[in-house]
């Protein structure tokens, strides 16, 4: 099961209040907090397609980038004996730590 919608290429977690009986979510890596909800599944979707869609139009009035952007670079906090054995893994296979995370990533995501 997922806990997430997509429209646009964007990405919408969603949560339900049982207290509230609502679906609810927010469009995620924005640099703003949209927030969006629904008493159904077919409401909760068509509020998070309106929630992208008025982000959208209001950071085109704004004259401002939309998503995030993504400066391909993070930290990683990896226990110490991880990372001795991801550096001893790169020097074994001739390529920077930095190449075998890359790679470690992207065959996690893209299976």
Do not use: W
Not at 67 to 89: I, T, W, Y
């Amino acid at each position: 099961m997922s806990d997430t919608m997509t429209y646009k290429g964007y990405i919408g977690s969603v949560s339900y209040s049982e207290e509230d009986e609502v679906f609810y979510g927010k469009i995620e890596a924005i640099n703003d907090l949209i927030m969006f909800e629904g008493e159904s599944v077919k409401e909760l979707k068509s509020a998070f397609h309106e929630a992208v869609e008025d982000y959208l139009e209001t950071c085109k009035q704004m004259g401002r980038e939309p998503q995030k952007a993504f400066k391909g670079s993070f930290n990683v906090r990896v226990p110490f004996d991880l990372h001795r054995k991801a550096v001893e893994k790169a020097i074994r296979l001739g390529i920077s730590l930095n190449q075998l995370v890359q790679k470690a990533l992207e065959d996690k995501v893209t299976a």
